[in-house]
């Protein structure tokens, strides 16, 4: 599977979609920007291959604005 993921997000301060990439870091796990997950209570990937899993973030550094997410479950096409 490719390494680079689409990442989307809904923020429900200012109910805008949020879009960015993310790179695959290790099994499951995603590094992308801080910004766009912020504020996302529900995140999901669309893997290259047409894959979709829903997300959560582990953890995010905003003054670096990288942040990393994890799959949830397995992938699913």
């Known amino acids: 599977?490719?390494?680079v993921v689409k990442v989307l997000g809904r923020a429900d301060r200012c109910s805008s979609a949020l879009e960015g990439?993310?790179?695959?870091?290790?099994?499951?796990?995603?590094?992308t920007n801080a910004h766009v997950v912020a504020s996302?209570?529900?995140?999901s990937?669309?893997?290259a291959d047409g894959a979709v899993a829903e997300a959560d973030?582990?953890?995010s550094i905003p003054e670096?604005?990288?942040?990393?997410i994890r799959a949830r479950g397995d992938v699913q096409t």
């Open 1 to 3: 599977m490719p390494s």
């Open 21 to 31: 990439s993310g790179v695959v870091v290790a099994e499951g796990r995603v590094l």
């Open 40 to 43: 996302a209570p529900s995140i």
């Open 45 to 47: 990937l669309l893997f």
């Open 57 to 59: 973030v582990v953890g």
């Open 64 to 68: 670096n604005d990288v942040a990393l």
